[in-house]
Structure formats: structure tokens, C-alpha cells
């Protein structure tokens, strides 16, 4: 499998909805993924394979130190070969590039071998509110 990383790259809501409906098991819906992450995002990863998009994370950030991994999300078929693990390698080169102190991340516990294991997070305490 080779797969192209590209930071701030261009994609298509349509394709970006249906990888996230995939990835977190609902339908698709008609976000506007690109004025969001241009609005309020530090950058993005765009993961593709011959022009199709097979990966994608989103690195939210406070405009100052600190960024956040939000969605990151792989095609089924790409699953296991290193992608995500590359769409986070490029997230924490790009974060460190832009003077961020901490990316941080949080994560259900089917993840943790993920970002604790494969990525080389930390553990944190942290605190969550359902709103």
C-alpha cells in the first residue's frame, strides 16, 4: 500500500462525511468539514492512496501552545498498514512546527494500545463533561 500524507491538503466534504460516518458508525451527514477545519483548526492530514482518500485527522488547536487530535479516522481497507499511525506522525511534526507546546488527545479505551502504544502518548489525568 503506498500512501501520500498531506498536511492541509484538499478534500471533498462528501468523502470526508462518509469516512466519518465509517469510522464512528453512523450516517452520513452534510458537515461542512472544510470551513470548519479552516475556521478553527491549526491543520489537518489528508491520507491518500492513487487520489482516494484512505485517511484523515483533524489537529485542532488554541491559537497559542496547545493542539488537539480530533477524528482521526481510516478507511476499513486501510486499516492495519500504518496509517493512522502516519497520520499522527505528521500531525505531531506539523504541531512541534508551529511552535505548539502539547498535543493533546483523548480516546475511548479501545484506543489505547493506539495512541499510547503505536503513537507515544502519554497518559494524563484528565476530565471530561457530557454536555
Same mark, same amino acid.
Given at each position: 500500500?503506498? /500512501?501520500?500524507?498531506?498536511? %492541509?491538503? %484538499?478534500?471533498d466534504n462528501t468523502v470526508i462525511n462518509a469516512l466519518h460516518a465509517e469510522?464512528?458508525?453512523?450516517?452520513?451527514?452534510?458537515? &461542512?468539514?472544510?470551513? +470548519? /477545519? =479552516?475556521?478553527?483548526?491549526?491543520?489537518?492530514? !489528508?491520507?491518500?492512496? =492513487?487520489?482516494?482518500? /484512505?485517511?484523515f485527522v483533524n489537529v485542532a488547536w488554541d491559537g497559542a501552545v496547545h493542539?488537539?487530535? *480530533? &477524528?482521526? *479516522?481510516?478507511?476499513? %481497507?486501510? %486499516?492495519?498498514?500504518?496509517?493512522?499511525?502516519?497520520?499522527? #506522525?505528521? #500531525?505531531? +511534526?506539523? #504541531?512541534?512546527? #508551529?511552535? !505548539?507546546?502539547?498535543?493533546?488527545? &483523548?480516546? &475511548?479505551?479501545?484506543?489505547?494500545?493506539?495512541?499510547?502504544?503505536? !503513537?507515544?502518548?502519554?497518559?494524563?489525568?484528565?476530565?471530561?463533561?457530557?454536555?
Open positions: 500500500m503506498t /500512501v501520500a500524507y498531506e498536511w %492541509r491538503g %484538499r478534500f469510522g464512528f458508525g453512523h450516517a452520513p451527514m452534510e458537515d &461542512d468539514w472544510w470551513a +470548519r /477545519v =479552516n475556521r478553527h483548526s491549526l491543520g489537518w492530514v !489528508c491520507a491518500t492512496e =492513487n487520489g482516494e482518500l /484512505v485517511g493542539a488537539f487530535i *480530533l &477524528d482521526t *479516522l481510516v478507511t476499513r %481497507r486501510a %486499516r492495519r498498514h500504518g496509517v493512522g499511525t502516519e497520520l499522527i #506522525a505528521v #500531525a505531531v +511534526r506539523e #504541531a512541534r512546527a #508551529a511552535d !505548539c507546546e502539547w498535543l493533546h488527545v &483523548d480516546f &475511548d479505551d479501545d484506543m489505547k494500545d493506539f495512541y499510547l502504544g503505536a !503513537c507515544g502518548f502519554q497518559p494524563t489525568h484528565a476530565g471530561i463533561i457530557a454536555l
